[in-house]
């Protein structure tokens, strides 16, 4: 007779294998607990990997509130007054890993993603983190303890973290697992969509220049962002866009300015003399393809000299206040991360612990905490994860 073999039992266990999870672990381990850690992935921190074109941005040197997206905007203020960019600042230091800051605050690696995950494996095994890949979890039950079943065999856990992140990037393995363990667990969730993401145009909105990118103001329902845009063949990218998309609602529309730091009314109507047609003159600040698909023909071969009132506002309307009305986003395939998720209303801020469940956690893109470009959701990652490591 074959006997049934004893789960085993650990303090912690984590389930999801990436930014979040992995900091967790290492917080949790260090602190003396016996921790596990699960992923269905067979090869570790694989959106790690892909992040910041294989260079990994990170971090931001400059991380606030404002920075984010929340139904409580103020709920990351304890985790990232316990952990701050600084923090891992330093540990990237004392790995020896060579970085550089580009705009707005960036940090990317200079060399590859790959230091950042091998930071971080080394860290978990230094700790005496348990880590198994390629586990796929089936189920998670609570009675005095967590009872997590796997096809490898089950676990039983005194305190168990979910830090399974979002639906973009399907393809790289994302699931809806922690968005159903906390429904199961009676836990609300903020609607989920696509953010940090292309948005599609509609047919008679999209121009023809697939590739080209220009500085631009680009606004949606929130703040306005100044960076990069780029034409696509289905309607706009780039970091402009991406940024605005975490913002933009279906059926409203997004405000593009192609000549930010210029009052294009005022230099137009002050410019006296000037006898170069007006897509020449303009061709120092635009690409002059791009001038040829918005101007309409008649006023793009006007000399500027001989532009009246309504033309100089026409050239304005359609440079500095274009209006453009998407039709949705790229989809998880083309987001960068998720917005909405398991509502903050539900979770300690200073420990992510669940006020429904105690012992169960949410840490990383599961909860409804959504960094803009640029490094904010990997320190959040850090920051989510150290306070709930702190505290299992």
Known sequence: ?????????????????????????????QRGRRVVLLDHATTPGRKILISGGGRCNFTNRRVGPENYLSQNPHFCRSAFAGYKPDDFIALVEAR??????????QLFCIQSAKQIVALLLDACRDAGVELRWGTRVSSVAHEDRFAISTIQG?????????????????????????????????????????????????ANERLDLPGIAVDAYVKADGPVFRENLLFTHGGISGPSVLQASSY?????????????????????????????????????????????????PLLAAKQVAQLSRADITAATDVLQRWELHPTDTGGWLKAEVMRGGVDTAELSSKTMESRRVPGLFFIGEVVDVTGWLGGYNFQWAWSSGFAAGSAV
């Open 1 to 29: 007779m074959n006997e049934q073999r004893a789960a085993v039992t650990y303090d912690v266990c984590i389930i999801g294998g990436g930014a979040a999870g992995l900091f967790c672990a290492i917080t949790a381990a």
């Open 96 to 105: 020896g890993i060579a970085y550089e800051e580009r705009r707005h605050g």
């Open 154 to 202: 089950d676990l039983i856990a005194d305190r168990v973290v979910i830090a399974t992140g979002g639906l973009p990037v399907p393809a790289i393995g994302a699931t809806d697992f922690g968005l159903r363990i906390a429904k199961q667990f009676g836990h609300g969730l903020v609607e989920t969509a696509p953010a940090l993401a292309p948005l599609l145009l509609p």
């Open 248 to 296: 933009w609602r279906p059926g409203r529309p997004l405000s593009v300015d192609l000549l930010p730091g210029h009052d294009l009314e005022n230099e137009l109507a002050n410019t006296r003399g000037v006898k170069t047609q007006l897509d020449n003159h303009l061709a120092e600040f635009l690409p002059k393809r791009l001038l040829q698909a918005r101007l309409p």
